[in-house]
């Protein structure tokens, strides 16, 4: 079984900068697109950034140019650092990632249990 667990998340000022990691674990072969989402109480979750394992990067248009995404490829993890915060990122952030376990040749979406973010001064 594979499992994603994120850590990373907290209090932060606004202004401040927070580092979120994931690491996938489990029989892996190979972990393709990596990700991270957000869901505040009553929306839907939206995407915040995802990079492939050929290290392209998708942001969404509230992230760029303050949030970072990058990967470790050998272990597994991906991690989003975040600057500039501001009220509105306060969310619960979730890793994702589509994963081809060992064998198996099937791409399954996974989903971490998601780390709390809160932007507050």
């Known amino acids: 079984q594979v499992r994603l667990v994120e850590s990373g998340g907290g209090l932060v000022q606004p202004g401040g900068s927070l580092r979120l990691s994931c690491a996938a674990s489990?029989?892996?072969?190979?972990?393709?697109?990596m990700g991270w989402y957000r869901q505040v109480p009553g929306k839907e979750r939206e995407l915040v950034a995802t990079i492939t394992n050929g290290d392209s990067t998708n942001y969404a248009d509230s992230a760029k140019g303050r949030f970072t995404i990058s990967r470790e490829q050998a272990k597994n993890t991906v991690s989003l650092q975040m600057t500039s915060l501001k009220a509105e990122d306060t969310a619960v952030y979730y890793c994702n990632a589509v994963i081809r376990q060992r064998f198996d040749t099937t791409r399954i979406e996974y989903w971490g249990q998601g780390t709390q973010v809160t932007v507050s001064s």
């Open positions: 489990g029989s892996i072969f190979s972990a393709y697109v």
